[in-house]
């Protein structure tokens, strides 16, 4: 009975909190450093994926079918779809799992935010297609074309800047407003114009804000672990 209570003693010690307020604001630190570390995904396996199916998928097209209509390099209409259609999926499911593995960790109003905005993405895409895919029958094949692309890219900014509203998150919103800034841009230019513009621009701001959004969470970490050993 003894070395039981004894045993206890020593466990109830171990997880008093500590009596030297700079130990406390040590271990306050360290915490906080140990969870921005495992709470925050490598952004570039969110945005990298996106932008490099832009940048190929849509580059494609505007080689395919550039203004007026004019094909730079000779290829099958199948080529540029087929290879953009898979690179955006393999974008959703690699962005998907990486969401999945973080916010997997996450309890309450966060992992439920992040549950309705992808399904918002989901269901917003969804709804897309239903709709586009009887209206653009109608339509000629260059401005079908371009109907799609640009209510996909509209939508996608869109979503960009509920996402920064909802997490209040600077970059994200920005981002959401350059996609649809680029995406305006691109559908009074025309078709062909459009393609490129989202290829080079759309495509190239999500590599970009992949490392600027990786350079930023980096630089927290640093912070917070600086922050913990002044305070040691």
């Not at 039981?4 to 909190?17: A, Q």
């Not at 239903?130 to 692309?149: C, I, K, Q, R, Y």
């Not at 990786?214 to 672990?225: A, C, E, H, N």
């Amino acid at each position: 009975m003894t070395r039981s209570f004894d045993n206890e003693s020593v466990h109830d010690h171990d997880e008093l909190p500590p009596a030297d307020p700079a130990a406390a604001l040590r271990l306050i630190a360290e915490q906080q450093a140990e969870a921005a570390r495992k709470l925050s995904p490598n952004l570039l396996w969110y945005y990298w994926p996106w932008g490099l199916a832009w940048l190929i998928g849509f580059g494609l097209l505007f080689l395919f079918s550039g203004p007026n209509g004019r094909m730079f390099v000779e290829m099958p209409l199948w080529l540029p779809l087929a290879t953009l259609f898979t690179l955006l999926i393999a974008a959703g499911i690699i962005s998907g799992v990486t969401g999945a593995r973080t916010y997997g960790q996450v309890a309450g109003d966060s992992r439920r935010r992040g549950q309705w905005y992808g399904l918002a993405w989901g269901l917003g895409f969804a709804g897309v297609m239903t709709v586009l895919g009887p209206v653009s029958d109608h339509l000629p094949e260059d401005l079908a074309g371009l109907l799609w692309a640009g209510v996909s890219v509209g939508l996608t900014g869109a979503l960009h800047m509920a996402g920064g509203a909802i997490w209040l998150d600077r970059n994200l919103f920005r981002l959401g407003v350059w996609i649809s800034v680029i995406n305006i841009v691109g559908v009074i230019a025309g078709p062909g114009w459009h393609a490129l513009v989202i290829s080079v621009a759309g495509g190239g701001g999500m590599l970009v804000a992949g490392v600027v959004f990786l350079l930023r969470d980096r630089t927290r970490g640093v912070k917070l672990t600086q922050t913990s050993r002044s305070n040691r």
